[in-house]
């Protein structure tokens, strides 16, 4: 793993301190119950005031459950509720079966495996460009979804087209200043980043950077993973000290909203190890790659490529510090 890189993916949500249970009852209809972990944070209810007004104000869908279930990490369960889900729907809702397609390639992506993510996006894209106008926002959600996974199994070429093609679909569905622009944006740096243009990913991230302090809280989430991403730059530029800066805010940011095992916490702490691998400083090095080592083991299957990587990270990292 070159150690100018950041640690790839975004792994899925999971904290049980967020579900407090998930029941059948006696005529098969599931009741989740979930809490905040702190409703008196007004930083963390800023953020959860933004999420109910993007997503409705508690209202739900066929496909809710399956969500809540793989943001938890109840990658098994999710996937069996959509399975059956499948089964269940009319043949002809082409809406809900393109919709569960594509929630199935999101849980496949987190699982890791990515080559069945791709072929479940591709199965969903293939139905929203015959139910939908060209410039619906769904078809631009299906092609960035794709291109993350096309970027973790290093196909950047395809990344990019794709990228390229969400950007232009929302642009036009939902302006240039949208925050799902900013995180287009973003993901664009990410792939000039992983392909060594650095100028062109830091233009990118700070074109996202003034659109998301424009319209998300300081402490969404989304803020973390782009201060996340603009430190991963500035430490392919050799900017240790701003590197770390902004990792530092990612990671201060994740901590105030998101559960304390979550892998977004995990892959900015194995970044901030490689910052102090970069300036040598083993044991600060080894201690944070440790904290993400930790939490992945918590959260992903033994054989999760991103675990295996900040694994050997680590290995290699230990082994430094040994001979120091």
């Known amino acids: 793993m070159n150690r100018k890189r950041s640690v790839e993916g975004q ?65 098994d369960e999710a996937e069996k509720y959509y399975r059956r889900l499948l089964n269940d729907i009319n043949s002809s809702d082409y809406e809900d079966i393109s919709a569960c397609y594509h929630n199935l390639g999101n849980l496949f992506d987190d699982k890791g495996d990515y080559e069945s993510s ?11 460009k015959k139910i939908f106008k060209a ?22 070429d ?7 093609k969400a950007l232009k679909i929302w642009k036009q569905a939902l302006g240039e200043e949208h925050p799902n622009i ?4 973003s993901n664009i740096a990410g792939i000039y980043q992983m392909c060594e243009k650095s100028s062109e990913a830091l233009e990118y991230s700070q074109q996202a ?22 430190g991963v730059i500035h430490l392919g530029l050799d900017h240790l000290d701003l590197a770390l800066e902004h990792l530092n805010m990612s990671l201060n940011i994740k901590k105030k909203c998101l559960p304390s095992q979550h892998p977004d916490i995990a892959m900015t702490l194995a970044n901030i190890g490689l910052i102090y691998e970069s300036k040598e400083e083993w044991q600060q090095a080894v201690s944070y790659l440790e904290k993400a080592v930790n939490i992945y083991r918590h959260v992903l299957y033994s054989n999760h490529p991103i675990l295996l990587k900040v694994e050997q990270l680590l290995a290699r990292v230990s082994s430094r510090s040994k001979m120091a």
């Open 135 to 156: 410039d619906d926002s769904r078809i631009s959600t299906s092609y960035n979804s794709i291109a993350a996974v096309h970027s973790k199994m290093n196909n950047y």
């Open 11 to 75: 792994a899925s949500r999971s904290d049980e301190r967020y579900l407090v249970s998930i029941d059948q009852n006696d005529r098969g209809i599931w009741i989740v119950r979930l809490t905040l972990c702190n409703n008196n944070d007004p930083d963390l209810q800023a953020v959860f005031d933004y999420m109910k007004d993007q997503y409705g104000n508690g209202e739900t869908t066929i496909h809710s459950l399956g969500l809540i279930l793989a943001q938890m990490g109840k990658y």
């Open 158 to 164: 395809e990344a990019l087209e794709c990228y390229l």
């Open 209 to 230: 950077l003034v659109i998301y302090q424009r319209y998300l809280p300081a402490n969404h989430p989304q803020m973390g993973d782009l201060h996340n991403n603009i």
């Open 182 to 185: 900013g995180q287009c944006l």
């Open 118 to 128: 791709l072929d479940w996006h591709h199965k969903a894209l293939d139905i929203m």
